[in-house]
């Protein structure tokens, strides 16, 4: 019988692709994958340290882990992840039956280190380098057969003052445009629909090529490819989105109209003490130009209340901001101090009940401008990119358009990972109803 491994992800985009990447390793490894944990004797976790939350839940899952260990003694237990990267001793610490821990950096070693930990060669492996290397290109096995994703940058170089990002996943750095295109079109040979190109700053990409590349370039590369096939990118920064992008994005229909732009506070102050480059009047003055100039645009956000010294004031610019935005979708997040970031010592905290008060108002003005939205698909007849049964009712397939709204329809399974036409007879908040036509 085969051994069998399990990969849990925690965290981003960019994390569900490295995990795409550990369970192809694994697999060659001769693991077959498996949902289910007490049937694993391999579990990797691939954790996330973005907010307290993210990094509490990693040690949650480390405690049961030990418990099962209990039981299953040979099973060997990797770490990954940014968590790995940030606190690799604590880890250790906390969870001494973890036998792997990984940095963001080391993944491609799994096989190694993997044999000499099955052949009890040894019994532990740190391994956390934070070279900032482009690192080795490697097969994914995405769980969807239609979408799948291509990492364009790692890294970032921003610095937001909230966030640890940097501190974990290294300096920025790109891929060569002919991998990029290589992967993409790999990707489409087997029948893939939908690419999503990844970094935490995809409209900087290029900066550190000597070639003159840049996103802007890369899209219009991209587009050069014949077929059908939808393109997303995430995400975007305010501050580096040049008209050329947009005209690149205007050139090529297949590229979604769903941009993501965080926000992350709408007072300029606020901003400010970010380190995020734009003001509250730039922001605004984007926002106009991408609606002006692309049409049927859908926006998305993300957002975060109670950073250090924010006022009423301030946030009621976020309010206003959201308000003008109108945003399809938000991620509201309360801050969270994250150790070795500059604003975790910043004065003047927030405190926790003003945050969570806050965290409530936004939520309710974006669920209420989320639903008017909605209600603009009404009557319409929309391309979908159909995904699968729908979880909720299994009678019924799940969809999504391009602006990235769910829409449940009555279909069969021969249209799973097809484009369909569907007329939307009824709006709700997050969903969308419609029939195949
Ligand atoms: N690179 C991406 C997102 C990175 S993290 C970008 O710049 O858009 C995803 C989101 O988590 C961020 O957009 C931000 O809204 C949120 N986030 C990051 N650090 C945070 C912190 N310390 N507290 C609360 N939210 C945070
Ligand atoms: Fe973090 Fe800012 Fe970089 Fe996004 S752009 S990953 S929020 S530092
Ligand atoms: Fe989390 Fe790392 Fe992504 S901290 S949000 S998994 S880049």
Known sequence: ???????ITYGCQMNVNDSAKIKAQLTK??????????????????????????????????GELKTLKKTKKDMIVGVTGCLAQEKKDEILKRAPHVNLVLGNQNI??????????????????????NEDELPPRLDADFDSNFSGCVSITYGCDNFCTYCIVPYVRGRERSVPVKDIITD?????????????????????????????????????????????????????HPKDFTDDVIESIIADERISRNIHLPLQAGSTSVLKKMNRGYTKEDYLKLVEKLRSKIKNIALTTDIIVGFPYETEEDFKDTLDVVEKARYENAYMFMYSKRDETPAATMEKQVSEAEKKDRLQRLIEVQTRITKEESNKYLNK???????????????????????????????????????????????????LYGELI
Not at 1 to 7: G, I, L, Q, R, S
Not at 29 to 56: H, M, P, W
Not at 108 to 129: A, G
């Open 108 to 129: 491609y070693q799994i096989p190694e280190y993997l044999s000499k930990l099955e052949n009890d060669e040894i019994k532990h492996v740190v391994l956390v380098d």
């Open 184 to 236: 993409i079109n790999n990707l489409l040979k087997k029948g893939y629909k939908e690419i999503i190109l990844l970094g935490q700053n995809v409209n900087s990409y290029g900066k550190g090529l000597t070639n003159g590349e840049n996103f802007a370039k890369l899209l219009k590369e991209i587009s050069k490819i014949e077929g059908k096939f939808r393109l997303r990118f995430m995400s975007p």
């Open 1 to 7: 019988m085969n051994k069998k491994a399990m990969v």
């Open 29 to 62: 490894q001769g693991y077959e994958i498996t949902e289910n944990l007490k049937d694993s004797d391999l579990v990797f976790i691939n954790t996330c340290t973005v907010r307290e939350g993210a990094s509490k839940k990693v040690y949650g899952k480390l």
């Open 381 to 431: 007849e929309i391309e979908i990119l159909v995904e699968g049964l729908s979880p909720r009712n299994k009678e019924m397939y799940i969809g999504r358009t391009d602006s990235n709204k769910v829409v449940i329809f009555k279909g069969d399974e021969t249209l799973i990972g097809k484009f369909a036409t569907v007329k939307i007879n009824e709006a709700n908040t997050w969903t």
